[in-house]
């Protein structure tokens, strides 16, 4: 059975097995420094380990519930978040768009667009309710 462990600053999908007599931890995924199971990751255990069944509906629902804790009990994960919108702001701010015309994968160029709008949707969304919330730092 597959589970979601804590190591250092970084979360990993984890399945214990038998060896031996002796159990041992085979590491499947990491996930980073918050628990979150994407597609990506599904397809990646999937096949490296293509006979290992695994509930993902479950590890979904436990990695939902301790997305939470990070912001609960540590300010150092809102500044880690701050540092990367500030990176990501940057990245963004020194895409040139005439260079993305010149590149030879098309199918990149229209999902980086679609992750673009994505982003812009999220932070749409974000912002409405941080301003519904009443968090008068963002009511301008």
Known sequence: MAFIRKRGGAYYLVHSV????????????RLGPR???????????R????????????????????????????SQYLRDLLSSVRNLHMDIADLHLPVLG?????????????????????????LAQLRKGGYPALRS
Not at 18 to 29: C, D, E, S
Not at 38 to 44: A, K, N, Q, W, Y
Not at 47 to 74: G, I
């Open 18 to 29: 038998r060896k031996k007599g002796r159990v041992r931890q085979l590491y499947l995924a």
């Open 35 to 45: 628990p979150r199971i994407s597609e990506e990751v599904i397809r990646g255990v």
């Open 47 to 74: 096949t490296q380990h293509p006979f290992l069944h695994v509930k993902w509906d479950e590890l979904k629902a436990k990695a939902a519930r301790d997305l939470v804790q990070p912001l609960a009990n540590n």
């Open 102 to 126: 010149m590149t030879h994968d098309p199918d990149l160029t229209a999902e980086l667009t679609t992750g673009l709008k994505l982003l812009r949707t999220t932070l749409d969304v974000k």
